[in-house]
C-alpha cells in the first residue's frame, strides 16, 4: 500500500489500524478500547490493557535472539571514550538499577528527576524507572538551577538521579552545585539523590541526603519488570510555554510503544538491526523518542553521542561516528549542518569517512532553510528529510514516511501529514484557509497514540493552552500553509516561542526575568534571524526614570541574569537600551515589527500604534548591537 491508502485507511479506520501496530508490542493485558473517547477532550489509547515499556526495550529483545547485538554504543569525544552494551548487558544494568532506586523508595507511580548529561547511565537511568512503573522526568542539563527548581517543585519527585558533572566542549561543568542550589530554591525535598561520579570533576555528597551510585548498585538486587496500565504516565517531559513556567507533558506507556515502534519502520525506515543515531540530547524530546525509547522499542543500536558537530575535535566529527559504527540513518536539526557547513563549506571531511552504509538523514526541531537541506544532501548522497514535530506529540506529525513511499522531496516543506493526523490549515473562525494561504495549523482531535495525554496535574492548563482555540482541535501553535499537492510548510510560530540551535525558549520567560533586574522598567524579548542557531533572543530594555549608571555595565547583568535564572541555552548575549517599546494604543508591544526591523525586513505601521516614532528609535538602537542593518 502506498502513502495515500495506509494515511486513508489510518483515519478511516483508527481502532483498525492502531490495533494492527500495536502486534509489535507485547503486552500482559488486553485492551478494552483501542480508542477510549469516554471522557473528550481526553482520549485514551489502548485502556484496559497492561505492559511494561522496559520489558518492550530491552529483556523481550533477549528471547528474540538479541542478547549478544549492541543495544548503546556510547561514543563521547569529549572524554575519549567509547563503550558498546548489548541487549543482554544493557537489560542486566537496568534491571540492577531499577533494583537499587526500588530500594531507596520509589514505586510504581513516583516521580523522579533525571538531571545527567550525554552517559550510558541516564539511559539506564530512564529505563530503570519504567521498569518499575516509575514516572521520569529530564531536566536537559544547559538549563540553570532555577529551571531545575522549578521542575523539581512541579513534578515532586521522590528521587533525583543525577551526575557529578557534564563535559561541554573544553569545559567540565559541575551539576551537583546546580542541583544543590535547585534544591535550595525548591520548596519540594526528595528523600534521595542518586549521584554518578564522574572522574572529570567528583562531588561532595551530603550525608543521609545523598546517596553513591556505583555503591547503590553495587548493594542492589535486579528488579523485574512490573506491569502498569497503557494509560499510566512514562514520562513528564517539561518544554517553554509562553511563560516562565514550563508545561509538563505527560506521555502515557501504551500509545507511546506503538507509536514510537510504528515510527521506526514506516516513517524513518529502519528495520530491527539496523543502527539509528539521534544527534541530539536525552534531555529532549528528540532525546528521548529516538536515542532512547524509539530505536530500543524496535531492537535497533542506538547511538549516544557526548560531542558537537564541531570542536570535538572538527566538523568530521559526525562522519566518523557514521562511519565507525555503520549508522544506517542519523536524525538531527538543522542548526548542527548549518555548524558543519559554516566550517567546511566544501564538504571536505566527509570525504575523508566511509559513509556507505547511510541511507538516510532526518531533520528536525526548527524550520529547515532549504540552503541547509540541499547542501546536506549534495555533500552526502542520500535522501534528506525534513520532518516536522513538537515535545508536545512526541513523534513526527508530518514527513516523508521512508518506509511507506518515497514521494518527491520539496526543500523547505516537511511533507505530508504523516498516518494517524489530521492536519489542516485554519483561520480564527475555524475555517479551512485555501491552499497556499497562511493559517494556523492545527490537528483534529483525537490525537493519534504516543502524542500528550495533558500536562502534569494540570488538566486546565493542556485545555487552555492547545484544545481551547477550535472545539474539537489541538493548536499546534505553528503557522503556515499547504499547497496543492497536499505538502505543509511550516513557517513560524504564533506565540512567542523562538527556536535557538533546535532548543524551544520562551521569550515571555525572558523578559519576566529581565523585568526582576531592579533598574529596568519595561522589557521585551524577541527573536532575531541567525545564520547558525536560526534564531537568537535579543532583549530591548527600558530602564526606570532616574537610573544613570553606564549602559554596558546594565547589559552585561541582564545577560549574566538571564544566563543565572534560565541557563547557557538560552543564547542571551545581545541587549539594547531603548528610551520606550512600540505599543498600541491600547498597551500591546509591538514585539513581531520589532522582529522585522531587527532582521531588516519590510513591515507595515499598524494604525493602532501610539506613536510611529518610536519604530525609528527602535531602529537606531537595534543597529548600534548589529541588528537592523548595523
Ligand atoms: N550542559 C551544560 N551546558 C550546556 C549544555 C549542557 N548539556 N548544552 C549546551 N550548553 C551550553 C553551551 O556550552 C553554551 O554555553 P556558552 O554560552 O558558555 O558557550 C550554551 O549552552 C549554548 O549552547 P548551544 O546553543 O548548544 O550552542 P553551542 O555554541 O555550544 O553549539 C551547535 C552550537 C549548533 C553546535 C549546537 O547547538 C548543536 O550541536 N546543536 C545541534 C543539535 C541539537 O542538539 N538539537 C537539539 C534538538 S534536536
Ligand atoms: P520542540 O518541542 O522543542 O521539539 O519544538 C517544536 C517546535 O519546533 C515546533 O512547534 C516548530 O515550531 C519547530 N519545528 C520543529 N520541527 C520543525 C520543522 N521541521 N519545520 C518547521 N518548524 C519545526
Not at 530512564?126 to 529551571?147: D, N
Not at 508545561?247 to 528495520?271: C, F
Request: proline fraction near 7%; aromatic fraction near 8%; charged fraction near 25%.
Amino acid at each position: 500500500m502506498g502513502y495515500d491508502d495506509i494515511y486513508r485507511r489510518s483515519r478511516e479506520q483508527p481502532d483498525e489500524f492502531w490495533a494492527d501496530a500495536a502486534k509489535s508490542i507485547d503486552w500482559y493485558g488486553p485492551w478494552d478500547q483501542v480508542l477510549d473517547e469516554s471522557h473528550p477532550p481526553f482520549y485514551r489509547w489502548f485502556s484496559g490493557a497492561t505492559l511494561n515499556t522496559c520489558h518492550n526495550a530491552l529483556d523481550r529483545h533477549l528471547a528474540g535472539g538479541r542478547g549478544d547485538q549492541a543495544a548503546l554504543i556510547y561514543d563521547s569525544p569529549v572524554t575519549g571514550t567509547q563503550a558498546t552494551f548489548s541487549y543482554e548487558e544493557m537489560t542486566r544494568r537496568v534491571a540492577v538499577l531499577a533494583g537499587a532506586i526500588r530500594d531507596l523508595g520509589v514505586a510504581k507511580g513516583d516521580r523522579v528527576v533525571i538531571y545527567m548529561p550525554m552517559i550510558p547511565e541516564t539511559v539506564m537511568a530512564m529505563l530503570a524507572c519504567a521498569r518499575i512503573g516509575a514516572i521520569h522526568s529530564v531536566v536537559f542539563g544547559g538549563f540553570a538551577a532555577k529551571e531545575l527548581a522549578t521542575r523539581i517543585d512541579d513534578a515532586q519527585p521522590k528521587l533525583i538521579m543525577s551526575a557529578s558533572c557534564g563535559i561541554e566542549v573544553g569545559k567540565v561543568i559541575p551539576y551537583k552545585p546546580l542541583l544543590d542550589e535547585a534544591l535550595e530554591l525548591a520548596s519540594h525535598e526528595p528523600a534521595h539523590c542518586l549521584i554518578f561520579q564522574r572522574p572529570q570533576a567528583e562531588a561532595p555528597l551530603a550525608t543521609g541526603r545523598d546517596v553513591d551510585w556505583s555503591d547503590s548498585v553495587a548493594s542492589a538486587e535486579p528488579a523485574d519488570c512490573v506491569p502498569v496500565a497503557a494509560t499510566d504516565p512514562l514520562y513528564i517531559l517539561y518544554t517553554s510555554g509562553t511563560t516562565g513556567q514550563p508545561k509538563g507533558v505527560v506521555r502515557d506507556n501504551g500509545g507511546h510503544a506503538v507509536a514510537l515502534s510504528w515510527s521506526m519502520k514506516h516513517i524513518y525506515g529502519v528495520e530491527p538491526g539496523d543502527v539509528y543515531w539521534a544527534a541530539s540530547d536525552v534531555g529532549w524530546v528528540v532525546g528521548h523518542s529516538y536515542i532512547v525509547y524509539g530505536p530500543l522499542l524496535h531492537g535497533c543500536t542506538t547511538i549516544l553521542y557526548e560531542g558537537k558537530p564541531v570542536g570535538t575535535p572538527d566538523p568530521g566529527a559526525f562522519w566518523r561516528v557514521i562511519a565507525e559504527h555503520g549508522v544506517d540513518v542519523m536524525f538531527t536539526a538543522p542548526t548542527a549542518f548549518r555548524a558543519i557547513k559554516r566550517e567546511d563549506p566544501g564538504g571536505q571531511y566527509v570525504r575523508k569517512y566511509d559513509l556507505s552504509r547511510l541511507k538516510t538523514l532526518f531533520l528536525a526541531g526548527e524550520r529547515c532553510d532549504p540552503d541547509t537541506l540541499n547542501w546536506a544532501s549534495e555533500i552526502l548522497g542520500v535522501p534528506v528529510i525534513d520532518h516536522w514535530w513538537q515535545t508536545e506529540t512526541g513523534w513526527p506529525i508530518a514527513s516523508n514516511c521512508m518506509g511507506i513511499e518515497v514521494l518527491p522531496i520539496k526543500p523547505g516543506s516537511p511533507t505530508r501529514a504523516v498516518p494517524g493526523y489530521d492536519v489542516r490549515v485554519l483561520d480564527h473562525d475555524g475555517r479551512e484557509v485555501p491552499n497556499g494561504e497562511i493559517g494556523s495549523i492545527m490537528v483534529r482531535l483525537p490525537l493519534p497514540p504516543g502524542t500528550l495525554t495533558t500536562l502534569w496535574q494540570n488538566d486546565e492548563r493542556y485545555v487552555d493552552a492547545y484544545l481551547s482555540a477550535q472545539d474539537g482541535w489541538y493548536l499546534t501553535g505553528d503557522a503556515g500553509y499547504r499547497d496543492d499537492d497536499g505538502y505543509l510548510w511550516v513557517m513560524s510560530r504564533i506565540d512567542d516561542i523562538i527556536n535557538t540551535a533546535g532548543h524551544r525558549l520562551s521569550t515571555g520567560g525572558m523578559e519576566e526575568v529581565l523585568a526582576y533586574h531592579p533598574d529596568v522598567a519595561e522589557a521585551a524579548v524577541i527573536g532575531a534571524a541567525d545564520e547558525l542557531k536560526g534564531e537568537l533572543p535579543i532583549g530591548l530594555v527600558v530602564l526606570k526614570s532616574g537610573v544613570e549608571r553606564d549602559p554596558d555595565d546594565v547589559k552585561s547583568e541582564l545577560v549574566k541574569l538571564v544566563r543565572e535564572k534560565i541557563g547557557p541555552v538560552a543564547s542571551f548575549k545581545k541587549v539594547a537600551i531603548v528610551e520606550r517599546l512600540p505599543k498600541t494604543r491600547s498597551g500591546k508591544v509591538l514585539r513581531g515589527i520589532m522582529r522585522n526591523i531587527a532582521d531588516s525586513k519590510p513591515y507595515k505601521t499598524p494604525a493602532t500604534i501610539d506613536d510611529p516614532v518610536v519604530l525609528d528609535e527602535i531602529q537606531t538602537a537595534l543597529k548600534t548591537i548589529g541588528y537592523a542593518g548595523g
